[in-house]
């Protein structure tokens, strides 16, 4: 009998805990985890989206549950919620903007008036690029309407908060995006010219995008792309000629003739061009063509990459920084979002100090820099689901969070890191020697995230704080991981913090909401140095501070 009552105090994770059944239910793999508010789930999809699904849930399915989510955020508290998806954006704390943007969408479809014509305003500021313009008219579309007075304001005011050479070179560099073109947003924007900085002069590019005669000057810039482009047509071999002029008058490389894009001297000229985004995307365009093996391009692209300020000012979130060293260290095509290869595979030469000016990029954007008595094991889920690719690119969760750890925990000389699926090996030191190839595994195993917690309890291991990055879809364990997280506090350290950082857009949660020692953010979240050593004691770190534009 008193075996039959251990047994049932200890409730395994693919039963809810005893008395607290209305607060937990089960995640997509079985297992029992609490409940997340609607508005921690809100956070989640503004930083994580749902591109790609999970391991467990398509990406369909995910989306349309959070949509579910962000509907039900808008009618408990619509302000709250346009503000959430505003403050993400603004701090650069989501890898991608398209989430934020669908949210303000939904907000335009289902809030009430205040709620929409504060989502008009915010969204105003989140609109940088014509890319983004055409992305939300998308979204605007996909949830119901284009056709409102404030819809048709908020696209209006884009084009009109531009002057004609900013709204020339928007076109120029995205004419179409998402099955939208930029002269049919045009035309359902009503945009009045005469609301413009300079009326005539974006009469003239408001006629020139929908393909109207133009009664006055146009812009240097979209004169030039004219020329450009009708030099092209009637005599193709002037492409590389026509694509270095462009360069040299600012145009941008989505404007230069294709055909001229292969030209190595068309890329050298192209390449002090590129704003941050632009070169981080194209490094492997570059090593195909060669130009990454001299040393004139070898040293620009590295002295771009320490130049964190550049970074910042071209809004780069440590993930983009993560993937592009991700795909160009690999040196050939990495496998798509379900596993798949490039029949032809390519392959380029990789430079070690680019992919070491990379890496250092990133770990300065994550931006940790606690100090060095504090003793954290970083215990990342190497399980099956966390080999799913990670918000739709080509790197798998595990890798992403392993990234993410060696960028935490390399500047306290006391941090550990250890790898657990249904049970945990043993932890390493995080040292400079530590790479990400030794903190994955690539065996389909199940999960217990009380495991790396139970180990540290059962090898007398005193820690200050435990970070789990994970997915949350824990089934394995006979324990709880917040059971097991209490009877180590009041075994070691009664001070000790459980951070959970999920990594993917789900509604499993394993920290107990009730316990304030515990803390459960996104595993991506731009902040999240900032909020893991604000919650282990803000007072023992000295945080980088980000530079004012």
Not at 59 to 66: A, F, G, P, Q, R
Not at 356 to 365: C, G, H, R, V
Not at 393 to 419: E, F, H, W
Not at 444 to 455: H, K, N, R, W
Request: proline share 5%; charged share 25%.
């Amino acid at each position: 009998m008193a075996r039959a009552y251990q047994r049932f105090a200890a409730t395994g994770q693919q039963r809810p805990i005893f008395g607290r059944e209305a607060e937990m239910e089960p995640n997509q793999a079985g297992g029992y985890a609490f409940k997340l508010t609607i508005w921690d789930r809100l956070e989640r999809f503004l930083i994580l989206g749902s591109d790609g699904g999970t391991y467990y849930v398509g990406e369909n399915k995910l989306t349309v549950d959070n949509a579910e989510v962000v509907v039900e955020c808008i009618k408990e508290d619509g302000l709250r919620t346009v503000f959430a998806a505003r403050d993400i954006f603004k701090d650069n704390r989501a890898p991608r903007v398209d989430p934020a943007l669908f949210t303000m969408a939904l907000v335009l479809k289902h809030g009430e008036l205040e709620v929409r014509r504060a989502a008009a305003n915010a969204v105003k500021d989140m609109l940088r690029t014509g890319s983004q313009m055409l992305s939300f008219v998308s979204y605007l579309k996909a949830v119901g309407s284009t056709n409102s007075r404030i819809k048709r304001r908020i696209m209006a005011n884009w084009f009109n908060g531009r002057t004609p050479e900013q709204a020339a070179f928007q076109y120029i560099k995205y004419q179409q995006r998402n099955g939208w073109a930029q002269k049919d947003v045009l035309r359902l924007s009503h945009a009045d010219p005469k609301d413009a900085v300079d009326p005539d002069a974006q009469s003239a590019v408001y006629a020139r995008i929908v393909d109207k005669p133009v009664k006055s000057l146009l812009p240097k810039t979209l004169l030039h792309f004219d020329l450009m482009q009708r030099s092209v047509r009637d005599d193709p071999t002037t492409a590389v000629t026509a694509a270095l002029i462009g360069i040299s008058d600012g145009m941008p490389r989505e404007a230069l003739p294709t055909e001229a894009l292969a030209d190595l001297e068309v890329l050298r000229e192209l390449l002090p061009k590129m704003p941050p985004h632009a070169l981080l995307r194209n490094l492997v365009r570059l090593a195909q063509r060669t130009i990454l093996t001299e040393r004139t391009a070898i040293n620009y692209v590295v002295q771009r990459l320490n130049d964190v300020n550049w970074l910042k000012k071209g809004h780069v979130h440590p993930f983009a920084v993560m993937l592009a060293a991700f795909v160009y260290s690999e040196g050939r095509d990495m496998p798509d979002r379900h596993g798949r290869r490039n029949t032809q595979i390519r392959s380029w030469p990789v430079q070690p100090e680019i992919v070491k000016a990379l890496s250092d990029a990133f770990e300065i954007l994550v931006n940790a820099q606690p100090r060095s008595d504090i003793r954290v094991l970083y215990a990342l889920d190497c399980s099956g689901s966390m080999q799913s690719p990670c918000i739709g690119t080509p790197v798998r969760c595990d890798k992403a969070g392993a990234a993410m750890i060696l960028a935490l925990g390399r500047p306290q000389t006391n941090s550990q890191a250890c790898l657990f699926t249904t049970y945990t090996r043993q932890p390493r030191p995080i040292t400079d020697r530590l790479t990400i190839n030794d903190l994955v595994i690539g065996t389909p195993e199940g999960t217990d995230c009380s495991s790396p917690i139970q180990y540290a309890y059962e090898n007398n291991e005193k820690y200050d704080a435990i970070v789990i990055y994970t997915d949350n879809e824990t089934w394995y364990g006979n324990k709880h991981a917040t059971t097991v997280f209490q009877q180590y506090k009041q075994k070691f350290n009664n001070d000790c913090k459980l951070i959970v950082c999920a990594m993917a857009a789900t509604n499993a949660n394993i920290v107990d909401p009730q316990d304030p020692s515990q803390l459960g953010i996104v595993g991506l979240d731009g902040n999240v140095a900032m909020l893991i050593n604000s919650f282990i004691g803000a007072g023992q770190f000295a945080l980088l501070e980000a530079d004012e534009e």
